[in-house]
């Protein structure tokens, strides 16, 4: 077991945002987190790696309860990645090397520049190591804050959308990126999608979340049109293709449908084996 969630609950200004959710995520398995605007993905995201503090709720890695640990020994467990995070000065080398700093002591080993260099090379950064953060592109930038995550070396990895800013092919390019650490280096990874065929691929589980509560939990094949329409308040048609189950919403549906061209020209190779 890596992480565990346990009746957790967290509201504001008179309103409740999370409803004792619980669920839990084992080793080399992605759970992606999916439903409409203000259901209360990023809040649990966040309440999980106890930026937010929970009004209720247990949150505990490998049975470490989270609540109480500094932030530094939450970050040597917990990886996360915000949706949007400001670019500085920096370098790429030196933003994705930051991920070490719950590691460090007085000063930086040959095993932090190494796993730094690594990563960066994964992920198709070598020939921006040099360049200020600031000076790439929106999907470059994405990419060096998922490397930073990965350099941390926790046993969980968070991520809040993390191909929202990329292009159709950065996103498979992550995702495999994505799908490979998780299995080389059996981290749990959770995270909060909104297209849903591309969570479908990508992902061993699925948690849909209405009005601040996990509605429906499962495998891939848990979608259908009948839970589309309950979470999202939509008809849509879910037909199955080669085993993994794709959505396809009706022409009036615009704000799904302009996902459906990338889902569609996702490789079969970039599915979770």
Not at 45 to 54: D, E, Q, R
Not at 103 to 124: C, E, F, N, P, Q
Not at 136 to 165: H, M, N
Not at 222 to 230: E, F
Request: aromatic share 4%; with cysteine.
């Amino acid at each position: 077991m890596s992480i565990r969630v346990e009746g957790l609950s967290f509201g504001y200004n008179g309103r409740k945002v999370l409803d004792e959710i619980s669920f839990d995520g084992m080793d080399d398995r992605i759970i992606s987190i999916l439903g409409p605007n203000g259901v209360g993905k990023t809040t649990l995201l966040k309440c999980m790696c106890n930026i937010l503090k929970a009004d209720a709720g247990v949150v505990s890695v490998d049975d470490e309860e989270v609540k109480g640990m500094t932030r530094m020994e939450v970050a040597k467990r917990i990886s996360y990645v915000p949706q949007r995070s400001s670019a500085t000065s920096t370098t790429v080398f030196d933003s994705v090397l930051i991920g070490r700093r719950p590691h460090m002591s007085w000063s930086l080993t040959k095993r932090d520049m190494a796993i730094t260099r690594d990563v960066i090379k994964a992920v198709g950064l070598s020939e921006l190591a040099m360049r200020n953060v600031d000076e790439i592109s929106g999907g470059e930038f994405q990419k060096v804050q998922i490397a930073r995550a990965i350099v941390q070396e926790a046993k969980v990895l968070v991520l809040d959308e993390p191909t929202s800013s990329l292009d159709v092919a950065n996103q498979h390019m992550v995702m495999r990126l994505l799908v490979d650490t998780v299995r080389q280096k059996r981290i749990c990874t959770i995270m909060t999608m909104h297209d849903i065929n591309l969570a479908a691929y990508c992902s061993d589980e699925l948690m849909f979340m209405k009005a601040g509560r996990i509605v429906a939990r499962g495998p891939p094949s848990i979608i259908n049109s009948d839970l589309i329409r309950d979470v999202y308040g939509m008809d849509v048609k879910v037909i199955n293709h080669d085993g993994v189950p794709l959505v396809i919403p009706s022409l009036g549906d615009a704000h799904l449908l302009r996902h459906l061209d990338d889902d569609k020209a996702l490789p079969h190779d970039h599915r979770v084996k």
